[in-house]
């Protein structure tokens, strides 16, 4: 008689529950992972574990829709890199170039801050305490966003000290938009969204979500994205593919080694937000929660305050996300915990 795994892995293959048909069952224990979360408060939550490009298992437990569209918060750090980079790639924007010279409202120190700087919280405008960015209209412009930045008082010297989610975010927007003369969610929607076939995802505010996103002119750029899991499963795709999905190349492989390169080498790490006070290591837009041996990252991820996680191993070739609406503190323990087991269960 078959057992009801290997029932269960041929009927999800065969795509018999109406997804799309799947290349392995997820591993034994897997729920009792999730249902851990969801003891935690959690309403629901979807995992979603590809490699090579290719879903091989997704798994929705408790109340949630597969298409639910949520906001993911620090999630969308590294979409926000990845948009920046493309500039990078064009050689419209350089990592290392003083801010001051495109934005002049930065002067004096600040002016010598780097776009390295700003994706990396090392820029010396204070951590996510501030709440800078979070407590702006989101009416005004990137450009107005940064002017009214300038105009505060620096935390620390630049390049000196890591303090995670303080208002860089709309600084490297702002530079984006004027390089560019367009809008940052026009920019992404045809440099990101359209490439990767990712239809559900807008740029708002994390704690409004009644904008309309036609409305909002200054998306906040460390936490403002809505989407769905399937949408940031084929961002993954792309980061884990080295810049390419499907055959569309997005970024450059010197991208994503600078997006996965530990930038908070030998700097205190002044502020880490709740929950992740564990981490050591920050890159461009992600956390570096393993290190390789030359300063590269091989376990990163982005996770938001809401409790999204988002993560790549480069040692297994897997990568995929936690998505749920919940606080990260409450529920990064067992999510971990399901990740190590996903990670173990690797072939």
């Known amino acids: 008689m078959l057992s009801k795994a290997l029932v269960l892995a041929v009927l999800l293959a065969l795509g018999v529950f109406g997804g799309p048909a799947l290349a392995e069952a997820p591993p034994e224990g897997l729920e009792a992972r999730l249902d851990a979360i969801l003891a935690r408060g959690a309403h629901g939550v979807s995992v979603l574990v590809y490699r090579d490009k290719a879903l091989l298992y997704r798994v929705d437990r408790g109340n949630i829709a597969p298409d639910a569209v949520l906001p993911i918060a620090s999630g969308t750090k590294w979409m926000t890199a990845a948009l920046v980079m493309t500039l990078v790639d064009e050689g419209r924007l ?20 780097t776009l390295r700087q700003l994706l990396s919280y090392t820029a010396g405008q204070g951590g996510l305490m501030g709440m ?25 010297p630049p390049g000196t000290v890591f303090r995670y989610g303080g208002p860089s975010f709309q600084v490297a927007g702002a530079l984006v938009e004027k390089v560019t003369g367009q809008r940052w969610a026009d920019l992404f929607e045809a440099r990101i969204a359209r490439p990767l076939g990712m239809t559900s995802t807008t740029w708002g505010h994390p704690l409004r979500p009644d904008l309309d996103p036609a409305t909002v002119h200054n998306p906040n750029l460390q936490g403002g994205v ?4 399937a949408d940031y499963g084929r961002f993954l795709g792309m980061l884990a593919g080295r810049g390419v999905l499907d055959g569309q190349r997005v970024l450059s492989e010197a991208a994503i080694a600078e997006l996965q390169t530990i930038q908070t080498a030998g700097k205190p790490m002044a502020y880490r937000p709740p929950g992740l006070s564990d981490i050591e290591a920050y890159g461009l837009g992600n956390w570096c929660e393993l290190a390789g041996t030359e300063g590269d990252c091989v376990l990163a991820s982005s996770p938001g305050a809401f409790g999204v996680y988002p993560w790549i191993d480069r040692r297994t070739g897997l990568y995929g996300l ?15 915990q399901a990740r190590a087991l996903i990670l173990s269960a690797a072939p």
Request: aromatic share 6%.
């Open 322 to 336: 936690f998505f749920m609406k919940h606080q990260l503190p409450l529920v990064v323990g067992p999510t971990r």
């Open 132 to 156: 800078s960015d979070l407590l702006q209209a989101s009416g005004i412009t990137l450009a107005e966003s940064a002017a009214r930045i300038a105009r505060r008082p620096q935390a620390d």
């Open 226 to 229: 809505y989407t769905t899991a």
């Open 94 to 113: 350089s990592l290392d170039e003083p801010i001051g010279r495109r934005l002049p409202e930065f002067q004096g120190p600040s002016g010598e801050i």
